[in-house]
């Protein structure tokens, strides 16, 4: 599976591994899909602090997003222009991050991300309902850094996981980005009503919490990704930087070859 997978083709089933696979790790192709998923979890920390990370800013980003979005009840703005706002923010979230990242790697931006826009929802907590206009200038801002925190996101999990689980565990972290949109209508109307300014509070503090969990992780910006779980595990210094000269097109390609 380690040959199959050096050589760039996908292995989606691959937590059905074996002893060649992962080292010191029992048969767990017997055993169900879930029992298997936990039981190499266990066996595996450095692939287990990822996978937990990962879950936890997919749960905080959806709420952070949502968020921003249904965070406007409470202020005389017309929304209708409100959401063509937050549509219209898109286009430079989308567009504006590529660069970026190819200059300062997926961590720091992410980060960056994640402190501003949750700054910004904290600030909507003290604004007076009124402010129509500054609470669209906020907004515009907040979605702005969410959305592109959202692109990084999804690419900095596809770094991270090696490439055997790598689909596995971008899909599973959808997933709970998904499962949370259903807390957050929640948190706006049960609580709202009475404080209308704990939404705001709930939504930035998740945004926090967010940008803390990813200062655990490395950068994975012009680094070697590992191939396997064992390779995540056994390596010692997972980010082989490239711009040191270490590692060259050439070694890469030999290595494929190899």
């Not at 066996?43 to 800013?57: A, D, E, G």
């Not at 609470?135 to 801002?141: C, D, E, F, G, I």
């Not at 049960?190 to 930035?204: N, Q, R, T, Y």
């Amino acid at each position: 599976m380690s040959s199959i997978a050096s050589k760039g083709v996908l292995v989606v089933d691959s937590l059905n591994c074996n002893r060649s696979c992962v080292p010191n790790i029992p048969e767990l192709g017997h055993l169900p899909i879930v029992r298997r998923t936990r039981s190499l979890l266990r066996r595996t920390p450095r692939l287990r602090r990822i996978t937990l990370l990962i879950y936890l800013k997919f749960l905080m980003i959806s709420m952070v997003f949502f968020g921003i979005e249904l965070n406007t009840g409470r202020f005389t703005i017309n929304p209708f222009l409100y959401m063509s706002v937050m549509g219209v923010m898109d286009l430079p979230a989308y567009t504006l991050m590529a660069p970026i990242l190819v200059r300062l790697g997926r961590k720091g931006p992410l980060v960056v991300c994640f402190f501003i826009s949750g700054a910004i929802i904290l600030g909507l907590a003290f604004v007076a309902p009124n402010a129509g206009w500054l609470v669209t200038l906020l907004a515009m801002v907040g979605q702005l850094c969410v959305t592109s925190a959202f692109q990084v996101l999804r690419l900095y999990s596809t770094e991270l996981f090696p490439t055997e689980v790598r689909m596995r565990g971008l899909a599973t972290g959808i997933f709970f980005f998904h499962a949370t949109t259903m807390l957050c209508p929640t948190i706006s109307e049960k609580i709202g009503p009475g404080k209308p300014w704990a939404p705001s509070l709930v939504f930035g503090l998740a945004a926090f919490l967010a940008g803390l969990a990813t200062l655990p992780l490395p950068e994975t910006g012009r680094v070697l990704l590992p191939d396997t779980v064992a390779d995540l595990e056994t390596t010692q210094d997972v980010s082989m930087n490239r711009s040191d000269g270490s590692v060259t097109e050439e070694t890469e390609m030999a290595k494929l070859r190899a």
